[in-house]
């Protein structure tokens, strides 16, 4: 038969062999996982094993649904539909007959290639030409003969099998961008140690506490490096100033000491010694455990991009902008809310006694919620991440020539416009979401909270 032999005629040391090495690796995998997760809990890091629990949770989904397509595949194998059906929406155009049979035999995958070679070696000449006449009647009927002429199935077990390896390469893919958000993440906000070491210093030092201080509004840094002025064009300037912050310099030390003692001000009048620092980490754990899941609505985009996926539209492509300006738009919003701050205190002082201190409010982020900016991070992580899923299967599956992979010209942008999210995302925009948002009334408090059961 074409599909080879079955169970009942395979040496049984070649399936104990090979179900060993996949518990092998599996369970390789589950420890890993376990050991991470004992360390996480010793370390009392609370959010980053609420996020490892949740990567284990999609890692199942995943697994889930890649039985299911394996216990269905009978019965989709047994739903037809018309040819003329089949031939609409397809992601690469139909060739002639005698040309897609010869590619058929020309494919070539990181699984798939030298098959028909290994046929040759072990069956006879006319045993592997009817294997591979049967293989390419499949291929091109897309049916294991159980549609009637003129039908085809729904999906054959090629596209089930080549669909399985895409959820495997999602999974991987997803979970790597995941370790790479909060390692670069980590690395912006542990620099912002040596501010919270100064700060403390200066904090111990009797000279300071006993000094009487007086602020001149305009000519604080924070004031000088925020502040415009109050007009149409200076607000257009703020605006496009908050553009190019978030590539450059986004959060500066000025920015972490105002931030913080207008967080310690508002939400810890009784501890003024608190540790911003630790507790701006634990708040990107926080954040991140938010946005390493893949929701319900996330796979409705998945859904949609396999939708539209069709050949001559170009949607791998236009689609990978989506996260680049939902990126540019975040970045742009949250340097922005800064800039506001600022102009908050020197709209209404010219002096102040003491330090300078920013009022927290939620009403300077889009609908006065500071948490749909953490959606919109959610989406842009994950739209990247399944981008370059779908281009590193293509890859292997396909290979680089393959028609779903489009020209060079298409391929490039991508490739750099992935890397250009997930580094900007992970380095600049959540270490930047997690401060700028303690300075919003409902955010603060409830970070405040939870960090207090963390530390219980």
């Known amino acids: 038969m074409a599909g080879g032999k079955t169970l009942e005629y395979t040496p049984t040391w070649v399936v104990a062999f090979v179900c060993s090495v996949i518990v092998f690796i599996s ?26 629990q949740k990567i284990k949770e999609e890692l199942m989904l995943l697994g889930f649904i890649s039985l299911l397509l394996t216990v269905l595949q009978g019965p989709i194998e047994k739903i037809c539909i018309s040819e003329k059906l089949a031939s609409h929406w397809l992601p690469c155009k139909e060739e002639s007959k005698s040309t897609s049979t010869t590619a058929h035999f020309q494919t070539s995958s990181f699984f798939s290639s030298n098959y028909y070679s290994r046929q040759l070696l072990v069956f006879p000449a006319g045993t592997a030409r009817r294997l591979l006449a049967d293989d390419a009647e499949t291929s091109k009927s897309g049916s294991t003969g159980s549609c009637s002429e003129g039908k085809v199935s729904l999906l054959s077990t090629t596209a089930l099998h080549h669909l399985h390896i895409f959820i495997f390469v999602l999974a991987v893919v997803h979970v790597t961008f995941c370790v790479l958000t909060i390692i670069f993440g980590g690395i912006k906000i542990r620099q912002w140690k040596q501010w919270e070491d100064s700060i403390v210093r200066k904090e111990y030092n009797p000279e300071e506490v006993l000094a009487q201080k007086f602020t001149a509004v305009q000519d604080h840094d924070f004031i000088r490096g925020r502040f415009l002025g109050i007009g149409k064009n200076l607000a257009f300037l703020g605006w496009l100033i908050a553009y190019f912050k978030q590539f450059y310099g986004s959060v500066t030390k000025t920015d972490y000491m105002t931030m913080r003692l207008g967080f310690i001000k508002t939400h810890c009048k009784g501890n003024p010694n608190f540790n911003f620092h630790k507790y701006m980490v634990r708040a990107l754990e926080a954040d991140f455990k938010k946005v390493v899941g893949i929701s319900w609505y996330l796979w409705i985009f998945v859904v949609i991009f396999l939708l539209l996926n069709v050949a001559g539209w170009h949607a791998y492509f236009w689609i990978a902008f989506v996260p680049f300006f939902l990126l540019l738009a975040v970045g742009t919003k949250l340097e922005h809310v800064i800039i506001q701050l600022a102009h908050d205190v020197a709209e209404k002082h010219i002096a102040i006694e003491g330090d300078l201190v920013v009022q927290p409010s939620d009403d300077h982020f889009w609908f006065h919620r500071p948490r749909l900016v953490l959606l919109l991070i959610h989406i842009i992580l994950f739209q990247n991440s399944f981008e370059l899923a779908f281009f590193f299967w293509i890859w292997v599956q396909y290979s680089f020539n393959s028609c779903m992979m489009g020209k060079i010209g298409y391929i490039i942008p991508r490739l750099i416009i992935g890397a250009f999210v997930q580094f900007v995302c992970s380095y600049s925009t959540l270490p930047l979401y997690a401060i700028v948002t303690q300075v919003s009334n409902v955010e603060g408090l409830i970070n405040i909270i939870n960090l207090y059961i963390v530390s219980v």
Not at 29 to 52: D, I, M, W
């Open 27 to 52: 369970l390789v995998v589950e420890r890993l996982l376990h050991y991470t997760g004992k360390y996480l809990k010793r370390k009392n890091q609370k959010p980053l094993f609420e996020a490892l």
